[in-house]
């Protein structure tokens, strides 16, 4: 694992030019670049050495999770290289590019039609098979080294530093285990940074109502916006690093991730697409209220996992969602600054 991430270089830090005059700068960490494809390789790298470190992990041990995705097939990588079983539990509705990549690390896939189910059959499964559930919710902010060790965080400060505004106004990011929002706030604060942190959240989530002290309009059921959103607060999740939260309807985060690839020309999966769509509307609220300075948010994954999904026409009109009123509102920020969604 150690000779694995000497050999992974460090992901980018792209550079992406708003419209002339902002005086804001905007930066995407792309995570799409691991060897896995996804932020979550850098998380599954820090459960399996916390998990070996810890003495949970044996020769022969079967390792399972609970994951909506990603983590899981960066999870599998890691168990491929040690020779042990994996076995990821997940969502029927998980993307089936998601599956075949776990799948093709020697995963296997336990779906489940209830997302709230996923914890308790993980866990009946471990005990079934005298395995290990890994428990990404529970360990994301313990196993990850937020104080450094090149992690989320100091790698994005370190690229940031001879850049226009090296300390970035805003970062913002999703939520799904809790664990990158509690990194890179803490670092944050560590270092002494005026930088905020933004968390994302998209419907049918736990995370906005519990933030805001507020009782969920209706029971959270999870998300639909792969990665990001859970029906219940995660004990990963740190709402005191958070500095403020804002809600993204699932259609304005597809109309985001498509308008990224279309303006931009990158290739972004949909909590990418969240992330977005927060992201214009804090530059055109620095832009209108005379503020100069960066916001860094996240590349999570590429867009080929999401081919027949969101990124396909007939799938997102299935689920009823209609992206051009949100599409308008990001086409309109980006050429007048104005917000008005």
């Known amino acids: 694992m150690q000779a694995d991430a000497n050999r992974s270089a460090d992901t980018h830090l792209v550079s992406v030019s708003l419209p002339p005059g902002w005086d804001v700068d905007l930066y995407l960490k792309d995570e799409s670049t691991h060897p896995t494809g996804s932020l979550k390789h850098r998380l599954a790298r820090s459960l399996f050495l916390y998990a070996l470190c810890n003495g949970y992990l044996r020769e022969g041990t079967t390792v399972i999770e609970a994951s909506s995705g990603s983590t899981a097939v960066s999870e599998a990588y890691f168990a491929r290289m040690l020779g042990l079983p994996f076995v990821a539990v997940m969502h029927r509705d998980t993307s089936p590019e998601k599956i075949a ?22 866990r009946q499964l471990a005990a079934e098979c005298g395995g290990y559930y890994m428990d990404q919710f529970t360990y994301a902010e313990r196993a990850t080294d937020w104080r450094g060790n090149n992690n989320i965080a100091e790698s994005t400060f370190s690229q940031m530093a001879l850049e226009r505004h090296p300390v970035p106004e805003w970062v913002v990011v999703g939520a799904g285990t809790g664990g990158t929002s509690a990194t890179l706030g803490r670092y944050a604060r560590l270092h002494g940074h005026a930088t905020r942190l933004c968390v994302v959240d998209p419907e049918g989530s736990a995370f906005l109502p519990a933030y805001c002290g507020q009782a969920a309009t209706d029971p959270p059921v999870g998300s639909r916006i792969e990665g990001i959103g859970r029906p219940r607060v995660e004990p990963s999740f740190i709402p005191e690093v958070v500095d403020r939260m804002i809600g993204v309807p699932d259609a304005a985060s597809v109309a985001a ?51 027949d999904t969101y990124g396909d026409a007939g799938w997102v009109a299935a689920q009823g969602w209609d992206l051009g009123p949100y599409t308008s509102v990001l086409e309109r920020a980006w050429r007048t600054g104005e917000w008005t969604g």
């Open 101 to 122: 990549l776990i799948e093709r690390e020697g995963g296997l896939c336990h779906l489940v039609d209830d997302a709230s189910a996923v914890y308790d059959v993980s």
């Open 257 to 307: 991730m498509l308008f990224l690839g279309q303006e931009a020309g990158l290739s972004c999966g949909p909590s990418t697409g969240t992330a977005m769509y927060a992201v214009l509307r804090l530059a055109c609220e620095m832009r209108q209220q005379g503020r100069s300075g960066s916001i860094v948010t996240l590349l999570c994954d590429g867009g080929g996992r999401y081919a």
